[in-house]
């Protein structure tokens, strides 16, 4: 079982940034997989970015280059920070966990065992 929980969403102007954090609990965290999904009304859940419990970091391309993935295993953490917020990223953002350590983090959504409750991120224009 792996419990996760997230925190630092909020409401940004256009061009801002956030920092999102995802603490796990549960089992041992440096030898599974994070992904950030999002999910906006209407719409499905949509991979953000994720990262293998070697480093190894993955990113939808629509997000690459604004989003960064990283995650630090003596705090059980996985942080996604979001540079240069377009009110089109206005969504809950979800941290989910692959217990099976996959090499390459896991872009769809069904392969995750684990998810959070989801942030809020707000992004106004």
């Known amino acids: 079982q792996v419990q996760l929980v997230e925190s630092g969403g909020g409401s940004v102007q256009a061009g801002g940034s956030l920092r999102l954090s995802c603490a796990a609990s549960g089992r041992t965290f440096s030898t599974i997989a994070m992904g950030w999904f999002r999910q906006a009304p209407g719409k499905e859940r949509e991979f953000v970015a994720g990262?293998?419990?070697?480093?190894?970091?993955t990113y939808s391309d629509s997000m690459k280059g604004r989003f960064t993935i990283s995650r630090d295993n003596a705090k059980r953490t996985v942080y996604l920070q979001m540079n240069s917020l377009k009110p089109e990223d206005t969504a809950v953002y979800l941290c989910?966990?692959?217990?099976?350590?996959?090499?390459?983090?896991?872009?769809?959504?069904?392969?995750?065992?684990?998810w959070g409750q989801g942030t809020q991120v707000t992004v106004s224009s």
């Open positions: 990262i293998s419990w070697t480093g190894d970091t």
């Open positions: 989910a966990a692959d217990p099976r350590g996959p090499i390459v983090a896991p872009k769809s959504a069904r392969v995750y065992d684990y």
